[in-house]
């Protein structure tokens, strides 16, 4: 079992700038693939950012040229370091999972709040 664990939310103002982690722990394997997700009051979860175990990135055009995903693979934990932030990226922010057999894993969320 794959547990996910995620860090560094809060509140902050228009323009700010947050780090959010994502630590993995338990059964994983060499090759996965992670990313973020999140969930606006009101809104459906949406993909944010993704890395594969080969180092490949894409980001959702909503945040391209704004959030960087990185992952260090010795410490199994992936970043999002999200700059210019605005008050629509208010949200619960999740990591995904994915191993080599195709099955998910989501740490718990930790909210962004975007507000002056």
């Known amino acids: 079992q794959v547990q996910l664990v995620e860090s560094g939310g809060g509140l902050v103002q228009p323009g700010g700038s947050l780090r959010l982690s994502c630590a993995a722990s338990g059964s994983i394997f060499s090759q996965y693939a992670m990313g973020w997700y999140r969930q606006g009051p009101g809104k459906q979860r949406e993909w944010v950012a993704g890395?594969?175990?080969?180092?490949?990135?894409s980001y959702a055009d909503s945040v391209k040229g704004r959030f960087t995903i990185s992952r260090d693979s010795a410490k199994n934990t992936v970043y999002l370091q999200m700059n210019t932030l605005k008050p629509e990226d208010t949200a619960v922010y999740y990591c995904?999972?994915?191993?080599?057999?195709?099955?998910?894993?989501w740490g718990q969320g930790t909210q962004v709040t975007v507000s002056s």
């Open positions: 890395i594969t175990s080969g180092g490949s990135i």
């Open positions: 995904k999972l994915r191993d080599v057999y195709g099955a998910d894993y």
